[in-house]
């Protein structure tokens, strides 16, 4: 198992956004997490991801718990994520972006940059190779040198996307990654993940597409008010009663 | 210059400009700078030579300042307090040794200090445990002050107290261990040392220098590590009130820095001359065109340490780190989320740039010809000061620190002068206009050009250069 | 023992600044909770109110130099809010404290222009005229006296803050505030001008400030610099009763004074003016957390 929860609990004063939450995510796999609005999928990732603390429960990555770690710890355990309101480093070049990607698994410290050590250019030297060959992954290399808040909000995504790749993770968290494309943008993207997968790299991701999720992913995890009420391949999901239930309340309130 | 490539232009998005990345270009501003830090001497009578003396000492403050500020996105309203505490380090050191009866008293202080920094950078704890670490060593600090005991005791009971401490609340005996050896180590050490320094009259200022940049290290980590915790408007009121009890201390702390009556004086200045080798010493004379008197002496070391400061900072701004310390500014949670340590990233440059403030503060004590050094000169004001550098030169730009710096202290100067005329106006005499003047600039910066003066004019020019460059397209094509 | 007798003393006057930090801690919460903005130029207005009292008191009777105070506190607030924030665009955090900032040090330096850098003593309000200069009255209680003025800023407190209280729960404007505070865009769509509300909070506080200025210029002199300790004094009292809770804030601050008093009188008598910092940094050290959570969205 790559990413594993027990019973994971998180609670907002009175409010339990994520209850008793137990599921698996094995290696090479991709997993979607589907609900309706208010089901606690974007609570999930941010716990898993480390940006929240769990009120109870346990999470698992690679077989050692990160429950009480940081997201930089996490980070550094082969997981990396995007975000669903993208959050670039607007004061950076789209390639600086891509290249803060690249921190988790490169060491240079402070002396070594502000020196300029041999240490220091040949790892630059990889982190910028790097760099260039996600932006190119993702088809943004023309435009490494622009500022990252220049792009149009597509390509943002895919830049997001790019950054999170560069840290070389074994498994790639996405809040909503289609959430504000357009059709053609989320059929590029869908084609990006799939070469992603291909690539051995572990999705989990989070969308309101339905389309999108059925397309793409390889099994499905049904949330609702922070319960898990299903979990199979997108077939059994489709006709699994509790989630249409689930869904049809949603929309009937 | 640091390419961070931040274009916008307020009232909507710039279009996009693609940033050159040429190395050849980047040198350019390094060697222009280093032809006129050579030859300035020639072309300015003293007492501009003096003006850029305190221009340099503010340029370091302003870059580090600008590291914090800018780059990390980190507010510091109490900057002042480090520039002080390098000061008077050095300052006492050289000039009024700490005298024998407070000794003990402040060697143990400085040992208590440096072993709780040492004991949270090794155990990295908070809450209950850190409060009775702290309270241990203090208490272990204060064994040491006892003159019944000899010190090989009062060591072993360091190691020995924190030792079971660090067992006991599961931090790391070893860890622990070390933190009460260096305890003890250090109040020894620095009790001979400051024993030494008085019999001799004083220590040098190289000395001085180190001793200070190592103090402002400790101090600076102790509260950055706490209070950088904090964001925003917390966070400018911590360090807002930090810098004000530093400012107290430099004033109600008579026995050892002189209170705010006398101030330090007869600091010596550095003899930069000696210490450098011969053909360095020729190689100045030849830029100067005459002798170097002690003035131009201390105008080349002060403008070397700028030289290096700039240096330093561009490399860091343009490596893994600094990219580290941007993306802390733009998305704490986005960087932590690609595994930036975002807590000790904001640490690091806090004190990176209190030791550059504290580089300053020794310039400024061993200033040649004045010597002198006064609680004032380090309170809210200055610490104000500091921040209407770097917003006037613009956040995040090293070059721009640069002409920040020499733009308010000019203004400084030319207000000076200004008031010594005793000018009227309705009758009402203009004195100590500093405060409105610098209060009309940063409120009419911040509104108008909130990039800075520096990125302002460049991206002011580079949108006339390209509407120019739109207009001859759209001829050409008609 | 010697000590101990001067207790009661201390908490007279601590309870007096602890007063005025009341006051601005109210200030700081009304302008928070309207705008999410931390004022660093707090202070000034208690400054500028003290400031333009001690110098008509010295004139002009109380009730000329009282309006005049305030109007002048006011006008400083309204000042700030047309000219400085309203302006500002994309403010960022950063950039809302250097700019308030800047108002501050303005402000003091203006102050310094005109009135110069020394302490101006002003007359009680009711007060005794003795040979030429005016005595105030003093009551003896429980080992300590009282002075007339005290009792002035004690129940001039008093009055603010059930002024502020019925304002903001009974009054269409007062309410309209407190919806800007919850949700700006939601107010302007039921048609709450957000500008000219700031305006208002920025007025309100300022005035508040003045009065408290006013209030204190006898008991502590009117000085061009007691605004920095004043606003942080208040800062600290707003952010440990939680900003934008009045109530909490005036108990905070009235504490605070206590506290600060206390220490600075029989403690640290040397350092009796880093006590304000030292509190106000190992409050926000402590209790990081609880002051976070109410912290403004960066």
Same mark, same amino acid.
């Given at each position: 198992m790559l990413v594993e929860t027990k019973a994971l609990t998180r609670r907002f004063g009175g409010l339990v956004a994520v209850d008793q939450v137990d599921f698996q995510v094995r290696r090479g796999q991709t997993k979607a997490l589907i609900g309706p609005n208010g089901a606690g999928k974007t609570t999930l990732l941010n716990l898993v991801s480390g940006l929240l603390p769990a009120s109870s429960g346990d999470i698992l990555i690679r077989g050692r718990s990160v429950v009480s770690c940081g997201p930089h710890e996490i980070a550094a355990l082969g997981l990396a994520r995007t975000f669903q309101n993208v959050q670039l480093f607007e004061n950076m070049t789209v390639k600086e972006n891509v290249m803060v990607g690249c921190h988790a698994w490169s060491k240079q410290g402070i002396a070594s940059g502000a020196l300029r050590w041999i240490g220091h250019w040949r790892e630059e030297k990889l982190i910028e190779q790097e760099a260039e060959r996600q932006l190119e992954f993702v088809g943004l290399s023309d435009l490494a040198d622009f500022p990252a808040h220049s792009l149009p909000f597509g390509k943002q995504r895919m830049l997001e996307i790019a950054r999170a790749l560069a840290s070389r993770p074994q498994v790639l968290l996405l809040d909503e990654p289609a959430s504000g494309l357009s059709t053609r943008e989320t059929s590029e993207l869908a084609e990006l993940l799939r070469q992603i997968s291909v690539r051995g790299i572990t999705i989990l991701l989070v969308d309101h597409d339905m389309q999108f999720v059925m397309d793409i992913s390889d099994e499905v995890v049904v949330l609702d008010q922070g319960r898990k009420i299903a979990e199979g391949t997108p077939a059994e999901i489709q006709v699994n009663p509790r989630v249409i239930a689930a869904y049809l309340g949603a929309e009937a309130k | 210059m640091d390419g961070s490539g931040s274009k916008r232009i307020r009232g909507g998005q710039a279009a996009p400009v693609r940033l050159r990345n040429a190395q050849v270009l980047n040198l350019l501003p390094f060697l222009f700078f280093l032809v006129c830090y050579a030859f300035a001497p020639r072309v300015v009578n003293e007492a501009q030579l003096t003006t850029i003396i305190y221009i340099g000492i503010y340029v370091l403050l302003a870059v580090g300042l600008n590291l914090l500020m #800018?780059?990390?996105g980190q507010i510091s309203l109490g900057h002042a307090a480090f520039f002080g505490i390098g000061a008077y380090t050095s300052g006492i050191l050289t000039a009024k040794p700490i005298a024998n009866e407070v000794i003990p008293g402040v060697s143990v202080g400085f040992a208590v200090l440096s072993a709780v920094a040492l004991f949270l950078l090794l155990t990295r704890v908070s809450g209950w445990k850190l409060g009775v670490g702290i309270v241990l060593l203090v208490l272990l600090g204060w064994l040491h002050n006892l003159s019944s005991i000899a010190p090989a005791i009062c060591a072993a009971c360091a190691v020995v107290v924190m030792g079971v401490f660090g067992l006991v609340a599961k931090v790391g005996w070893s860890r622990a261990c070390v933190s009460g050896a260096v305890l003890a180590i250090l109040a020894n050490v620095s009790k001979w040392f400051l024993r030494n320094t008085l019999e001799r009259g004083g220590a040098s200022p190289w000395t001085g220098l180190l001793v200070g940049i190592f103090l402002t290290a400790v101090i600076s980590y102790l509260i950055g590590s706490q209070v950088l915790r904090l964001r925003g408007h917390y966070l400018a009121m911590a360090t807002l009130a930090f810098g004000v009890i530093v400012e107290i201390v430099f004033r109600q702390w008579t026995a050892v820095t002189g209170g705010s009556s006398d101030g330090i004086f007869n600091i010596p200045p550095i003899q930069f001359f000696s210490c450098i080798p011969g053909f360095m010493r020729r190689f100045y004379e030849m830029a100067a065109? %005459?002798?170097?008197?002690l003035r131009t002496q201390y105008y080349y070391l002060v403008w070397a340490f700028v030289f290096i400061a700039i240096v330093l900072a561009v490399n860091i701004v343009r490596s893994r780190v600094g990219r580290a310390f941007r993306a802390v500014h733009s998305s704490e949670q986005a960087a932590a989320s690609l595994g930036v340590d975002t807590a000790r990233y904001k640490v690091q440059v806090f004190v990176l740039s209190a030791c550059m403030a504290s580089v300053a503060g020794t310039l400024h004590a061993h200033n040649a010809g004045i010597g002198y050094i006064h609680p004032s000169e380090f309170g809210f004001m200055v610490s104000v000061e500091l921040v209407v550098m770097v917003v006037l030169g613009g956040m995040a730009s090293v070059w721009g620190s640069l002409f920040g710096a020499a733009a308010i202290q000019t203004l400084k100067d030319t207000l000076l002068d200004l008031e010594k005329t005793n000018p009227e106006f309705w009758g009402l005499k203009?004195? #100590?206009l500093d405060p409105i003047v610098f209060g009309a600039v940063l409120i009419v910066v911040m509104i108008v050009l909130p990039q800075g003066l520096v990125r302002g004019f460049s991206d002011g020019l580079s949108a006339l250069w390209r509407g120019a460059g739109r207009i001859k397209k759209q001829q050409g094509v008609g | 023992m010697d000590l101990l007798a001067q207790v009661p003393q201390l908490v007279v006057s601590g309870i007096t600044l602890g007063c005025i930090y009341a006051i601005v801690a109210v200030g700081f919460s009304i302008i928070y909770s309207s705008t999410q903005v931390i004022n660093f130029a707090q202070g000034e207005f208690v400054m500028i109110g003290a400031m333009v009292a001690a110098v008509l008191l010295a004139k002009t009777s109380l009730l000329v130099a009282f309006p005049a105070a305030v109007a002048s506190g006011c006008l400083a607030g309204a000042l700030v809010a047309l000219?400085?924030?309203?302006?500002? %665009?994309?403010?960022?955090v950063i950039s809302l404290i250097i700019i308030t900032i800047g108002t501050s040090i303005m402000f003091r330096g203006l102050a310094q222009l005109f009135w110069g850098e020394s302490a101006i003593p002003a007359p009680p309000f009711t007060g005794v005229a003795v040979q030429g200069y005016v005595e105030d009255r003093e009551f003896h209680l429980f080992g300590a006296y009282i002075r007339a003025q005290e009792l002035w800023v004690i129940g001039v407190t008093a009055l603010l803050v059930v002024g502020m209280h019925v304002f903001f729960r009974y009054t269409l404007v007062g309410q309209a505030m407190r919806a800007c505070a919850i949700n700006q865009l939601g107010a302007r769509i039921v048609g709450i001008n957000a500008r000219r509300m700031i305006t208002a909070s920025f007025i309100m506080a300022a005035g508040l400030g003045a009065v408290a200025g006013v209030v204190v210029s006898p008991v502590f002199y009117a000085k061009c610099n007691m605004g920095t300790a004043l606003g942080l004094g208040g800062f600290c009292a707003a952010v440990l009763g939680g900003l934008g809770n009045f109530a909490g804030g005036v108990a905070a601050g009235i504490i605070l004074g206590i506290v600060e008093s206390l220490t600075g009188g029989l403690l640290w008598s040397d350092y009796k003016d880093a006590v304000a910092f030292v509190i106000l940094l190992v409050i926000l050290l402590i209790r990081p957390e609880g002051v976070l959570r109410k912290r403004a969205e960066a």
């Amino acid at each position: 198992m790559l990413v594993e929860t027990k019973a994971l609990t998180r609670r907002f004063g009175g409010l339990v956004a994520v209850d008793q939450v137990d599921f698996q995510v094995r290696r090479g796999q991709t997993k979607a997490l589907i609900g309706p609005n208010g089901a606690g999928k974007t609570t999930l990732l941010n716990l898993v991801s480390g940006l929240l603390p769990a009120s109870s429960g346990d999470i698992l990555i690679r077989g050692r718990s990160v429950v009480s770690c940081g997201p930089h710890e996490i980070a550094a355990l082969g997981l990396a994520r995007t975000f669903q309101n993208v959050q670039l480093f607007e004061n950076m070049t789209v390639k600086e972006n891509v290249m803060v990607g690249c921190h988790a698994w490169s060491k240079q410290g402070i002396a070594s940059g502000a020196l300029r050590w041999i240490g220091h250019w040949r790892e630059e030297k990889l982190i910028e190779q790097e760099a260039e060959r996600q932006l190119e992954f993702v088809g943004l290399s023309d435009l490494a040198d622009f500022p990252a808040h220049s792009l149009p909000f597509g390509k943002q995504r895919m830049l997001e996307i790019a950054r999170a790749l560069a840290s070389r993770p074994q498994v790639l968290l996405l809040d909503e990654p289609a959430s504000g494309l357009s059709t053609r943008e989320t059929s590029e993207l869908a084609e990006l993940l799939r070469q992603i997968s291909v690539r051995g790299i572990t999705i989990l991701l989070v969308d309101h597409d339905m389309q999108f999720v059925m397309d793409i992913s390889d099994e499905v995890v049904v949330l609702d008010q922070g319960r898990k009420i299903a979990e199979g391949t997108p077939a059994e999901i489709q006709v699994n009663p509790r989630v249409i239930a689930a869904y049809l309340g949603a929309e009937a309130k | 210059m640091d390419g961070s490539g931040s274009k916008r232009i307020r009232g909507g998005q710039a279009a996009p400009v693609r940033l050159r990345n040429a190395q050849v270009l980047n040198l350019l501003p390094f060697l222009f700078f280093l032809v006129c830090y050579a030859f300035a001497p020639r072309v300015v009578n003293e007492a501009q030579l003096t003006t850029i003396i305190y221009i340099g000492i503010y340029v370091l403050l302003a870059v580090g300042l600008n590291l914090l500020m #800018g780059y990390a996105g980190q507010i510091s309203l109490g900057h002042a307090a480090f520039f002080g505490i390098g000061a008077y380090t050095s300052g006492i050191l050289t000039a009024k040794p700490i005298a024998n009866e407070v000794i003990p008293g402040v060697s143990v202080g400085f040992a208590v200090l440096s072993a709780v920094a040492l004991f949270l950078l090794l155990t990295r704890v908070s809450g209950w445990k850190l409060g009775v670490g702290i309270v241990l060593l203090v208490l272990l600090g204060w064994l040491h002050n006892l003159s019944s005991i000899a010190p090989a005791i009062c060591a072993a009971c360091a190691v020995v107290v924190m030792g079971v401490f660090g067992l006991v609340a599961k931090v790391g005996w070893s860890r622990a261990c070390v933190s009460g050896a260096v305890l003890a180590i250090l109040a020894n050490v620095s009790k001979w040392f400051l024993r030494n320094t008085l019999e001799r009259g004083g220590a040098s200022p190289w000395t001085g220098l180190l001793v200070g940049i190592f103090l402002t290290a400790v101090i600076s980590y102790l509260i950055g590590s706490q209070v950088l915790r904090l964001r925003g408007h917390y966070l400018a009121m911590a360090t807002l009130a930090f810098g004000v009890i530093v400012e107290i201390v430099f004033r109600q702390w008579t026995a050892v820095t002189g209170g705010s009556s006398d101030g330090i004086f007869n600091i010596p200045p550095i003899q930069f001359f000696s210490c450098i080798p011969g053909f360095m010493r020729r190689f100045y004379e030849m830029a100067a065109g %005459k002798t170097v008197d002690l003035r131009t002496q201390y105008y080349y070391l002060v403008w070397a340490f700028v030289f290096i400061a700039i240096v330093l900072a561009v490399n860091i701004v343009r490596s893994r780190v600094g990219r580290a310390f941007r993306a802390v500014h733009s998305s704490e949670q986005a960087a932590a989320s690609l595994g930036v340590d975002t807590a000790r990233y904001k640490v690091q440059v806090f004190v990176l740039s209190a030791c550059m403030a504290s580089v300053a503060g020794t310039l400024h004590a061993h200033n040649a010809g004045i010597g002198y050094i006064h609680p004032s000169e380090f309170g809210f004001m200055v610490s104000v000061e500091l921040v209407v550098m770097v917003v006037l030169g613009g956040m995040a730009s090293v070059w721009g620190s640069l002409f920040g710096a020499a733009a308010i202290q000019t203004l400084k100067d030319t207000l000076l002068d200004l008031e010594k005329t005793n000018p009227e106006f309705w009758g009402l005499k203009l004195q #100590g206009l500093d405060p409105i003047v610098f209060g009309a600039v940063l409120i009419v910066v911040m509104i108008v050009l909130p990039q800075g003066l520096v990125r302002g004019f460049s991206d002011g020019l580079s949108a006339l250069w390209r509407g120019a460059g739109r207009i001859k397209k759209q001829q050409g094509v008609g | 023992m010697d000590l101990l007798a001067q207790v009661p003393q201390l908490v007279v006057s601590g309870i007096t600044l602890g007063c005025i930090y009341a006051i601005v801690a109210v200030g700081f919460s009304i302008i928070y909770s309207s705008t999410q903005v931390i004022n660093f130029a707090q202070g000034e207005f208690v400054m500028i109110g003290a400031m333009v009292a001690a110098v008509l008191l010295a004139k002009t009777s109380l009730l000329v130099a009282f309006p005049a105070a305030v109007a002048s506190g006011c006008l400083a607030g309204a000042l700030v809010a047309l000219f400085v924030l309203i302006p500002l %665009k994309r403010a960022s955090v950063i950039s809302l404290i250097i700019i308030t900032i800047g108002t501050s040090i303005m402000f003091r330096g203006l102050a310094q222009l005109f009135w110069g850098e020394s302490a101006i003593p002003a007359p009680p309000f009711t007060g005794v005229a003795v040979q030429g200069y005016v005595e105030d009255r003093e009551f003896h209680l429980f080992g300590a006296y009282i002075r007339a003025q005290e009792l002035w800023v004690i129940g001039v407190t008093a009055l603010l803050v059930v002024g502020m209280h019925v304002f903001f729960r009974y009054t269409l404007v007062g309410q309209a505030m407190r919806a800007c505070a919850i949700n700006q865009l939601g107010a302007r769509i039921v048609g709450i001008n957000a500008r000219r509300m700031i305006t208002a909070s920025f007025i309100m506080a300022a005035g508040l400030g003045a009065v408290a200025g006013v209030v204190v210029s006898p008991v502590f002199y009117a000085k061009c610099n007691m605004g920095t300790a004043l606003g942080l004094g208040g800062f600290c009292a707003a952010v440990l009763g939680g900003l934008g809770n009045f109530a909490g804030g005036v108990a905070a601050g009235i504490i605070l004074g206590i506290v600060e008093s206390l220490t600075g009188g029989l403690l640290w008598s040397d350092y009796k003016d880093a006590v304000a910092f030292v509190i106000l940094l190992v409050i926000l050290l402590i209790r990081p957390e609880g002051v976070l959570r109410k912290r403004a969205e960066a």
